[in-house]
């Protein structure tokens, strides 16, 4: 059985990396994009249905590309199942998101996201990104 200092650990690791998750989230939505550098990897690989980008400023041009032409967006992330194995880590989560196309019109997709990070002098950070897509709807007349 591990000792507390271990699972003090880990249960650290754990939350650092779902707070990252969150983050990701908010970072999209709100284009914290002055926050890029606390998420990623200067080396990070990001592979989505919009194409797949190398590197921060690669990264920053795929989401301005695909995001910029959207009014707003929401995303949720769920069922996060994070593996770790010592500076390296996995994690698998369930996302859904709203894009408002325009002020009468609003689009849902859902996908799984699959995130690798590694610990770094600052922190957990992500190193890898694919995203994989489940369903996307036509734009839809807005309900509220």
Do not use: C
Request: glycine letters at 6%; charged letters at 30%; hydrophobic letters at 40%.
């Amino acid at each position: 059985m591990p000792g507390t200092e271990t699972l003090i650990h880990e249960l650290a690791d754990r939350a650092a990396l779902a707070d990252l998750v969150a983050r990701h989230s908010l970072w999209v939505d709100e284009q914290r994009y002055d926050e890029t550098g606390r998420l990623f990897t200067q080396d990070v690989v990001v592979t989505s249905p919009s194409g797949q980008a190398r590197g921060i400023e690669a990264l920053l041009d795929l989401v301005r590309s695909r995001h910029g032409e959207l009014a707003a967006t929401l995303h949720s992330k769920s069922n996060l199942v994070i593996d770790i194995d010592g500076d390296a880590a996995t994690v698998r989560a369930n996302d859904v998101a709203v894009f408002a196309i325009d002020d009468k019109k609003e689009a849902i997709a859902a996908g799984t996201h699959h995130y690798r990070a590694r610990r770094t002098g600052d922190g957990w950070r992500f190193d890898r990104l694919d995203i994989v897509p489940f369903a996307l709807t036509e734009g839809l007349e807005r309900a509220l």
